[in-house]
């Protein structure tokens, strides 16, 4: 898997954007960029995911650079809920083989 | 989506005692289930791999016979951490692998065990 670079720590207002990025310069053609979280004390939880192309669901957005070495996770509006340790995880789809997290960006989104 | 358990969430133990983690598939069989430690304010890291009906893989640095993982259904996969420490005090998560999902990996809720 191609390595990635997060911040460590990001803050947010809540209900403003809250605008992830990572860096993953070495990404091969055929890896996808995953995001997951992590609330305190739980198990990650799956975000999102995309190859190429801008992806959006119910809980964000994902955009990646047209040369694919960076990208963004966008929660739209952050709530005090969205506070989490948020990972990038570049990977070969269905490669069968475990996640392997980094040390993500801890988001806290205050009052 | 697909829901995995674990059991107990919350374990606490006095040194030297083993304890068994459960960690099941609700709504789906899962062939593949992965077992992660997790110590405070750190990332998640890698225990083994463990695949119904073979024995688990280990990653280096973890002790096989410490660590014993038994995968014996297609839904439950436990592990074992025999003669407790006080070090072995962590958080485990378990996941299981959906295969052709878009979503690579299903967590369990994690279980924080406390060695006293």
């Known amino acids: 898997d191609a390595k990635t670079t997060q911040p460590p720590s990001m803050d947010c207002a809540e209900g403003r954007a809250a605008n992830l990025p990572c860096n993953h310069s070495t990404i091969s053609g055929n890896e996808y960029v995953y995001w997951y979280r992590q609330i305190h004390s739980q198990g990650p939880q799956y975000i999102i995911h995309?190859?190429?192309n801008n992806e959006t669901n119910e809980m964000a957005s994902l955009i990646i650079t047209e040369d694919r070495k960076s990208s963004t996770l966008i929660l739209p509006h952050a709530t005090l809920r969205d506070t989490a340790v948020y990972y990038c995880i570049v990977r070969v789809v269905d490669s069968g083989y475990a996640l392997n997290f980094g040390k993500g960006t801890s988001l806290l989104v205050t009052p | 989506g697909a829901v995995v358990s674990q059991h107990p969430s919350r374990v606490i133990c006095k040194s030297g005692t083993s304890v068994k983690i459960e960690c099941r598939s609700l709504?789906?069989?899962?062939?593949?289930m992965f077992w992660y430690r997790q110590f405070p304010k750190k990332s998640l890291m890698l225990m083994a791999t463990s695949n119904e009906g073979s024995k688990a893989t280990y990653e280096q640095g973890v002790e096989k016979d410490k660590f014993l993982i038994n995968h014996a259904s297609l839904t439950l996969s436990t592990l074992t951490v025999t003669s407790a420490h006080p070090e072995d005090s962590s958080f485990y998560i378990c996941s299981a692998r959906v295969p052709g999902s878009p979503n690579e990996q299903f967590f369990g809720p994690g279980t924080r065990l406390t060695v006293l």
């Open positions: 709504d789906f069989q899962a062939t593949t």
């Open positions: 995309g190859l190429k």
